[in-house]
């Protein structure tokens, strides 16, 4: 098991309303089942960093799209240090890690019109302190992303528009490429039913939390 030394470090990535909330959940009971332990993290965290952010993604606070991602990246790095409930502190002690959103979009999501060099040089001191084990991404095109949102949700937030949503897409796609990360990335398929993409997530990561090659 992962867990035996150092914890598996999962991310789930995907534009908003690809159903990410639901298969964490359920990736976890899996992992749990077989004896692993395992938490759940997201960004924004509860950092001072982190509160600015959500005031900004709830627009109550209005700046600039630079300094958004530069919020978003000194979030991270308390995100992976803390030494209460940080990232590395969980992994070290052999607890599992799944993380909502973890890639460069993610701090870069109302952010569409950064170049993508400029925000993976500005994520380079998080990289280096922590790179996912294994990344799943949960592929839907926006005509269905905005369609689960409207129907699971109260409100959307000011980035949960069709054309966001899609240039979103494709700048996840775009940081793969530049990374050539293909290695640890797997693409889901996230059209199907629910159980169905909980199968292809634990078809793909299960070697992580179980002995098995």
């Not at 300094?67 to 969980?90: E, M, P, S, W």
């Amino acid at each position: 098991m992962a867990n035996d030394k150092r914890g598996a470090f999962v991310v789930l990535e995907g534009i908003d309303g690809s159903g990410k909330g639901t298969q964490i959940r359920l990736l976890k009971q899996r992992i749990e089942a077989e004896g692993c332990p395992v938490c759940c993290a997201a960004e924004p965290n509860d950092s001072p960093f982190g509160a600015m952010i959500h005031q900004i993604m709830t627009g109550r606070i209005r700046t600039t799209n630079d300094v958004i991602a530069a919020l978003f990246v000194a979030d991270r790095l308390d995100h992976i240090q803390n030494d209460t409930n940080g990232l590395l502190k969980y992994l070290n002690s052999g607890i599992n890690v799944l993380e909502d959103r973890y890639y460069f979009s993610s701090y870069a999501y109302q952010s569409v019109d950064l170049p993508m060099d400029w925000i993976m040089q500005a994520n380079a001191p998080c990289e280096k302190l922590l790179r996912a084990d294994m990344t799943l991404f949960i592929d839907v095109p926006p005509e269905t992303a905005i369609g689960r949102i409207e129907q699971n949700r109260m409100s959307k937030e000011l980035f949960e528009e069709k054309d966001r949503l899609a240039r979103t897409r494709e700048r996840y796609f775009e940081a793969f490429e530049k990374r050539r990360d293909t290695e640890n990335v797997v693409i889901i398929d996230g059209e199907g039913e629910v159980a169905e993409i909980a199968e292809k997530i634990w078809k793909a990561a299960k070697h992580l939390f179980l002995n098995e090659k």
